[in-house]
């Protein structure tokens, strides 16, 4: 079955810090999408990322980077030199492409989230 | 601002009642997804529509309905309400079918309250 597991339920640093949230997934699937959504106090969810099983290449916007591990079924968020509007809970979420995908699902499989702080 | 929107952005009503819960997807759009959002379960997938039908279903009770209409607007439906129905209710869109090839865009959310 599919499932995302964020270990991670809170983490609090001081601005500046890098950060490292940790997502890891399983899916019996060999194509499949993996995402990063950032849900602010506010309670809005932002998209931030999308990756598919096929592209293992890591990806780098602004201060914000991932690691996409297919090895270790992981998919990694780094955050470097943290700031307050950093602060807010993010989930990690898995999407299964089934053969011939027309017609079926593509609703996401959601982690429970990790609730980050950062601190002045 | 994602494009997809939702009304109302707060509801409180009471047990026993029913409630109407709108999602207008992005201009383009033809999926629609719901999501509920609660403490104890936390995000979890509902029902997914298509161009007019439905496609995919979740953990939806019973007592919840969905529809998308011909503009592609959706309503979710939620009746003889329960306390632990409250909970943060997200609309999500992409362009097709399936969207594990798409990107979901999520709503600002209705936060429903029962008392």
């Known amino acids: 079955a599919q499932k995302v597991t964020q270990a991670q339920t809170e983490i609090s640093v001081v601005e500046k810090e890098d950060v490292t949230l940790d997502c890891v997934y399983e899916t019996r699937d060999t194509t499949y999408y993996l995402f990063w959504y950032k849900q602010p106090p506010s309670g809005e969810l932002v998209f931030l990322i999308r990756?598919?099983?096929?592209?293992?290449q890591n990806e780098i916007s602004g201060r914000y980077s991932w690691n996409f591990q297919k090895s270790t079924s992981s998919f990694n968020f780094t955050i470097t030199a943290s700031q307050v509007v950093d602060s807010a809970v993010y989930f990690c979420a898995l999407s299964e492409a089934p053969f011939g995908y027309g017609g079926s699902q593509g609703n996401l499989i959601f982690g429970k989230g990790t609730k980050l702080s950062v601190k002045p | 601002d994602s494009g997809v929107t939702q009304t109302p952005k707060h509801l409180i009503t009471a047990t026993g009642q029913r409630v109407t819960l709108r999602c207008s997807p992005r201009s383009g759009d033809l999926s629609v997804y719901w999501y509920q959002q609660s403490l104890d379960q936390g995000l979890q997938f509902l029902i997914q529509y298509y161009n007019g039908e439905e496609r995919a279903k979740g953990n939806i009770l019973e007592r919840f309905s969905a529809q998308q209409f011909p503009d592609l607007h959706s309503e979710l439906n939620l009746s003889s309400l329960e306390l632990g129905d409250s909970a943060l209710y997200f609309c999500a869109s992409s362009f097709g079918l399936a969207g594990a090839m798409d990107t979901q865009y999520f709503g600002p959310g209705t936060r429903l309250t029962v008392l």
């Open positions: 990756r598919n099983s096929f592209d293992e």
